[in-house]
């Protein structure tokens, strides 16, 4: 009886949810170049999420769509990967997940496509494999167009239409020219969309220079090329979906959609992105938090993560109704933002110095 009704008292005021993300581990089997697992190698704490963890967020995953088992690492190297598709499966929500592509056996595909899988997001760095083995290091692009054919293949052998195939491609100044090969890529794997994105998470100065955002001056001839691209996939039913190559120094909004989702971290703490998120930070010997620094518009700040609070002590409802909590997303509430800068509310520090919330 006491169950029933902390059950039902929770429910009043429960968040109505676009997404909820779980990172279901900080494991990864690729170096990508522009990754803090690699930069900061030395700190990174490895970690799996358990069953009992994510079993603390399934009573509230009935307040969200999507459940998107991401975060920073590989979700398919967590040894319960399956077991988390199946639960969302089984509360009739759709899942999804990105990967690097490496571990799309014969074996693990069949399970996903049993089990309903809804979508599934591949991380390319460049349309051929001399540039996106040199940026995601690790992986090999080869073996990755070869796992997505063999998806494909079995996908149509079971007709079946998911999980949908989106590629995700980090744009950076070195391979931005191979997106004219994406969409025939995009056909021959039989993705559905693709996204193109850039690194909004600078933790070294050549990635830094890499950033198309701090090349100005050739961001018309980028958004050139991208509208072309954009324009060639839809004539052959493909999204292309990019984010500009400039900042929007006017944006009403955050691009993580932080006001209508939140993060499990793989810790259990509940944060608004995962670049907020504590596994960012890794560790030290002595437990205390190490410095973590990045590069914002030419200047080197602290990388502080936001926790509201951790989902074994308090449950999702609790921490989203938390009036700091509640302050942080009116920051990115539409309707005061553009009631101009005067009434505007201060943006919480991690947000000041976040191309995300510039439009990135």
């Known amino acids: 009886m006491i169950a029933w009704l902390k059950q039902k008292l929770d429910a009043i005021g429960s968040p109505s949810l676009d997404w909820i993300q779980v990172e279901t581990t900080t494991h990864c089997n690729s170096d990508c170049i522009y990754c803090p697992h690699t930069i900061q190698h030395s700190l990174w704490e490895k970690r799996h999420m358990s069953i009992e963890l994510f079993d603390r967020i399934v009573p509230y995953l009935k307040y969200t769509d999507l459940i998107y088992l991401q975060g920073w690492g590989e979700p ?31 074996k693990s595909i069949g399970k996903l496509l049993d089990l309903g899988l809804d979508i599934i997001s591949i991380s390319l760095a460049g349309a051929t494999a001399l540039t996106h083995n040199r940026i995601r290091r ?17 996908k149509s052998e079971k007709k079946l239409t998911k999980p949908a195939v989106h590629l995700s491609y980090l744009m950076l100044k070195s391979n931005v020219h191979e997106l004219k090969k994406i969409i025939s890529l995009a056909r021959k794997i039989a993705a559905d969309q693709v996204v ?10 050549r990635i830094s220079e890499q950033a198309l955002f701090n090349h100005p001056d050739r961001a018309a001839a980028w958004r050139i090329l991208l509208e072309e691209i ?3 996939a839809a004539s052959e039913n493909i999204v292309f979906a990019y984010r500009d190559p400039e900042p929007d120094l006017d944006f009403k909004s955050c691009t993580e959609n932080v006001a209508q989702a939140c993060v499990l971290s793989v810790g259990g703490e509940i944060c608004p992105c995962v670049y907020t998120n504590p596994s960012l930070i890794g560790k030290t010997p002595s437990n205390q938090t190490p ?10 700040v602290p990388l502080k993560p936001v926790s509201f609070g951790h989902i074994k002590t308090r449950s999702l409802t609790k921490i989203w109704n938390l009036k700091e909590y509640v302050d942080f997303r009116a920051c990115f ?4 933002m553009e009631a101009g800068p005067e009434v505007r509310p201060d943006l919480p520090a991690c947000c000041v110095t976040c191309y995300k919330r510039l439009g990135l």
């Open 230 to 232: 954009k324009t060639r």
């Open 333 to 336: 509430n539409p309707e005061r």
């Open 76 to 106: 398919l190297l967590n040894p319960h990967i399956f077991e988390l598709i199946e639960t969302g499966k089984k509360l009739g929500k759709r899942v999804g997940f990105t990967t690097n592509g490496m571990l799309l056996t014969e």
């Open 196 to 205: 193109a994105s850039h690194p909004a998470l600078l933790l070294d100065s």
């Open 138 to 154: 690790g992986t090999d692009f080869e073996k990755i167009i070869t796992n997505l054919k063999r998806l494909s293949r079995i």
């Open 291 to 300: 410095a973590l620094y990045h590069l914002f518009q030419g200047q080197s």
